[in-house]
């Protein structure tokens, strides 16, 4: 491979060295590198070269097609976002998730603290699919973070009503089950696809909040007083990307005169 071979012996050399030796595939220099071998194979590792030069190009195409429609689409949520403040009879904040912790999905650190007005205690809203809905409760508040507890989480809880039927009960996270609302009486007329939305009773969460639609009705025994409804949430725990974090409104005391 080292002998200065001219004729076919040399074409095979440049050809072998091409293919086995990335450098000289890769370098500026290839076509100055195949000069003196036969006109056909010069061709051919010139067109080898165009064609790796194409697929760059390609490939680079490709990944501002990826980039410009990621923005797009960041670009078309954010707009949601806005259109749908500016319809909410509620006052508060956007943040976005800062981190998930791996091992538990139903808890979300987002990127706004008290530094920014946000509180213990505070309703927090998000987007599914154009969809907003309840996504959780602050829980633990820094300077510039805080941790929400979201909806699916077992430590959640909420008092909802069944928009439909006006009938009260107690919606509850499942972990990895079903979240489901307990306490909704027997006689009540409760059907699949019904919405569910947050009760004025809550002392956490303003009322009318859309919090999800029935998926089943259980009846787990004879002697029970009360169903256990089973509800798909309206924002699911692994969609939750951005969420609205409402203002806590303080309580309005009147002097009496």
């Not at 080898?48 to 501002?64: A, P, T």
């Not at 008290?114 to 509180?119: E, Q, T």
């Not at 639609?213 to 990307?241: L, M, W, Y």
Request: no cysteine; glycine share 8%.
């Amino acid at each position: 491979m080292i002998l200065p071979l001219e004729g076919i012996v040399v074409s095979v050399k440049t050809v072998l060295s091409y293919i086995f030796i990335p450098p000289i595939r890769a370098a500026h220099g290839t076509v100055k590198y195949a000069q003196g071998v036969h006109q056909t194979v010069q061709e051919l590792l010139e067109t080898h070269q165009e064609n790796l030069r194409l697929k760059q190009q390609i490939e680079m195409e490709h990944l501002r097609a990826t980039q410009a429609e990621t923005v797009f689409k960041e670009n078309e949520r954010l707009t949601e976002e806005l259109d749908l403040e500016s319809a909410w009879p509620w006052q508060g904040i956007w943040a976005k998730v800062a981190y998930r912790e791996p091992s538990q999905w139903n808890t979300v650190t987002i990127d706004k603290g008290s530094a920014d007005g946000i509180r213990e205690r505070s309703a927090v809203l998000s987007l599914e699919q154009g969809q907003d809905g309840l996504a959780g409760v602050v829980v633990e508040v820094s300077e510039n973070t805080s941790k929400v507890l979201l909806v699916r989480d077992e430590d959640f809880s909420a008092a909802v009503m069944l928009e439909n039927g006006q009938e009260e009960g107690l919606l509850v996270g499942g972990g990895s089950g079903a979240v489901r609302i307990k306490y909704i009486p027997l006689q009540a007329e409760v059907s699949k696809g019904d919405k569910v939305v947050t009760s004025a009773n809550s002392s956490i969460f303003p009322a009318g909040i859309f919090v999800g639609t029935v998926r089943a009705i259980r009846d787990d025994g004879s002697f029970q007083t009360a169903r256990t409804i089973e509800i798909d949430p309206a924002v699911r725990s692994s969609a939750v990307k951005e969420v609205f974090v409402l203002s806590k409104q303080e309580p309005v005391y009147v002097e009496n005169l």
